[in-house]
């Protein structure tokens, strides 16, 4: 029998554990189990609930064992820039404070003063974004200086479950750049950053890369969950592992990673850290192998989440009020599906109203509809009164954030894009798909769905032997998963 391997793969809204194993040339993939992710309002700030995600992971790891399916490695990622505090008994001293928390408002303007702008790109090649790690903890340096004096560690999420299964701190790669702290060049920790915004040197240790060995579990959780394995080091950033997913054969595709974010990009094999880059703000990610990932973040699914759970009267987190809006429906008067939402925009294709979706007033609204109402408004546009224009305005203004994107990447890299290949589980909403056909003038293919847990089994197949290297696992994924082509119209 093949071995099998585990991805557990956590974004912002739900975890899932999928086996993965290699069979007549084919991966075959089975989801065995999946968690909520949610958020807790603690001390005035919206936080991840870990204890609930630890044991969410606890949990699937004991499906394997009633399946009889015991992985030889497991590999954990999920989303970018947050983190925890550990203190010098290895306990959790801080909370998971959220990226889309208001902690970090204004913190810009405080790096700012010590480390320009421009500067700090040229340092790291990372995007601007108020919840980059950077600001996360000047703010930490503000309300809690006694946290960072009492830390004897930094693990980003992923590397603080890693640390829970095996007793092991490590720092992965991938996720560390997002931070805005690691130099592109030189791939390690910026230390003349660090002494100038005043940040503990030592909580910053050497950085370890996707395939490495994090260790075995510890023998308490190998007992509790009935099995001892291997936790392996996929790319811990999500979007590093989608990325690696992506089945193109050629450099002229644009990648599109679909979730929560909508994540558009290259690979190159160099950082563009010049200031035209900066200007536009696309980003250098660390990839798999030194690979950069050099994309743009968009809003994405994000805005379409929160719209309908906005409308079937669910609030993203406890403790926060829903602002008013009007509309042509009630909160919770219906259950709106996605496939509802999309017919809506389908039935309203001659609505034309566009906001710029990458605005900050789309990041953490008490209320998307509101947001996106208002934005109509100021801009001098129709302002959507029914789910259909709503739900389309949306859709034209994710597209053509898109083409500007696409367009931005060409004037950068001084390449044309023939291609875009979307990933993951936006690449399942097939309007969302014929529009971006539609309006960037390129050619889509969508899929495979599952494309960061692909891409974390990838890490892990690779270290196991199952292929010899990226170019002969993007091959088999070409030939084990269902992409589908949508041409312009």
Not at 178 to 192: F, M
Not at 300 to 313: A, K, P, T, Y
Not at 423 to 447: E, H, I, K
């Amino acid at each position: 029998m093949a071995p099998y391997y585990l991805a557990i793969d956590i974004g912002a809204s739900s975890g899932r554990h999928i086996l993965g194993h290699v069979e007549n040339g084919r991966m075959l993939l089975e989801e065995i189990h999946r968690f909520e992710n949610r958020q807790v309002r603690r001390d005035g700030h919206d936080c991840w609930d870990v204890q609930h995600l630890w044991q969410g992971i606890l949990d699937g790891l004991k499906v394997c064992k009633a399946l009889g399916k015991i992985p030889a490695s497991v590999g954990i990622d999920t989303w970018a820039v947050d983190f925890v505090l550990l203190g010098e008994n290895g306990d959790r001293i801080s909370d998971a404070v959220a990226y889309r928390d208001s902690r970090t408002d204004g913190m810009d303007r405080l790096v700012e003063a010590k480390i320009p702008a421009g500067e700090l790109y040229a340092h790291t090649g990372i995007q601007k974004q108020s919840f980059n790690t950077i600001y996360q903890l000047v703010a930490l340096q503000q309300e809690h200086p006694e946290q960072l004096q009492a830390a004897q560690s930094l693990l980003m999420i992923p590397d603080y479950f890693n640390y829970l299964l095996t007793g092991v701190k490590k720092q992965e790669y991938t996720n560390a750049t997002s931070t805005g702290l690691v130099n592109a060049a030189a791939k390690e920790w910026d230390r003349e950053l660090l002494e100038r915004l005043g940040l503990p040197d030592h909580l910053f240790g050497p950085l370890s890369m996707p395939g490495e060995t994090v260790g075995q579990l510890r023998p308490d959780i190998a007992e509790a969950v009935g099995f001892q394995t291997t936790v392996v080091l996929p790319a811990t950033h999500d979007t590093g592992s989608a990325f690696l997913a992506v089945p193109a054969e050629d450099d002229n595709a644009v990648y599109l990673s679909s979730g929560t974010w909508s994540l558009l990009g290259v690979e190159n094999p160099e950082p563009i850290t010049s200031e035209a880059s900066r200007l536009q703000n696309f980003t250098n990610e660390g990839g798999a192998w030194y690979r950069y990932r050099y994309l743009k973040n968009i809003m994405g699914l994000w805005m379409i989440q929160s719209i309908r759970r906005e409308l079937n009267g669910v609030d993203y987190v406890e403790g926060k009020t829903r602002a008013e809006w009007t509309l042509d429906v009630a909160a919770g008067e219906r259950q709106w599906t996605f496939p509802d939402l999309i017919a809506s925009a389908e039935g309203a294709a001659d609505f034309e109203s566009i906001v710029d979706a990458n605005d900050d007033a789309f990041l953490a609204p008490d209320s998307m509809i509101a947001a996106v109402q208002k934005a109509c408004e100021c801009s001098g546009q129709p302002v959507p009164t029914t789910v259909g224009q709503l739900m389309q305005c949306v859709y034209r203004s994710l597209t053509l954030c898109y083409k500007n994107a696409i367009a931005g990447l060409s004037r950068l890299t001084g390449k044309e894009y023939t291609t875009i290949h979307i990933v993951g589980g936006g690449c399942q909403d097939n309007y969302l798909n014929r529009m971006t056909a539609s309006v960037t003038g390129l050619p889509v293919w969508a899929g495979p769905v599952e494309g960061t847990a692909i891409g974390n089994l990838v890490i892990q197949m690779i270290r196991g032997g199952e292929f010899a290297d990226l170019a002969a696992a993007r091959s088999c994924i070409r030939e084990s998963f269902d992409i589908k082509e949508v041409l312009p119209q």
